[in-house]
């Protein structure tokens, strides 16, 4: 019995060392991520380097804003963000939804030290630069902001105004 609560308990470390993977992220530039499925969200879905439309270049810093803090894209359109941090401290980009930002954000001021890594995510080291490559196949209106606990409150947002193409003549 002691042999089988031993196996059981190594099964559920390692279980849940694996797990930890699964909220880690690091610096890693979310335009070269290995190849995983893509996952279609409200606000779009992530791209491959050959469906680049256009570059986008988006700063940020310490007085916890985004430049621009706002930009218009086509439905389907493809950009690389290129977001740099130009302050002292990480920031983070994220886009979403404005709710699914302000749930985020909450949960990232109950639990710190949160990692996560989605390819609609860049963090950001001071100094540093990330690119992130993302269809905008939903029209609407979205929002970017950085998580990390403070900023979001602070206004670090910005959003994303998706325009709709029209529709054919047939």
């Known amino acids: 019995m002691q042999k089988k609560s031993i196996s059981a308990l190594g099964f559920a470390l390692a279980l849940g060392a694996l797990s930890l993977g699964a909220w880690g992220h690091g610096a890693a530039d979310n335009s070269e991520r290995a190849a995983l499925p893509a996952e279609q969200k409200p606000w779009g879905i992530g791209a491959d380097e050959d469906q680049v439309d256009r570059e986008l270049v988006i700063r940020m810093g310490d007085d916890m804003r985004f430049s621009p803090d706002h930009f218009e894209v086509e439905e389907g359109e493809t950009l690389r963000l290129v977001i740099i941090n130009e302050g002292q401290m990480r920031h983070e980009l994220v886009l979403g939804t404005a709710q699914e930002l302000e749930e985020h954000a909450a949960m990232m001021a109950k639990y710190p030290g949160m990692e996560h890594d989605e390819p609609y995510m860049a963090h950001v080291e ?45």
Not at 134 to 145: L, P, Q, S, V
Request: glycine content about 12%; overall charge positive; hydrophobic content about 40%.
């Open 126 to 170: 001071p100094g540093q630069t990330q690119s992130m490559l993302w269809t905008f196949n939903r029209a609407g209106r979205f929002e970017f902001a950085c998580l990390l606990p403070g900023h979001f409150q602070a206004g670090m947002l910005g959003s994303v105004q998706v325009n709709a193409q029209p529709l054919s003549n047939q």
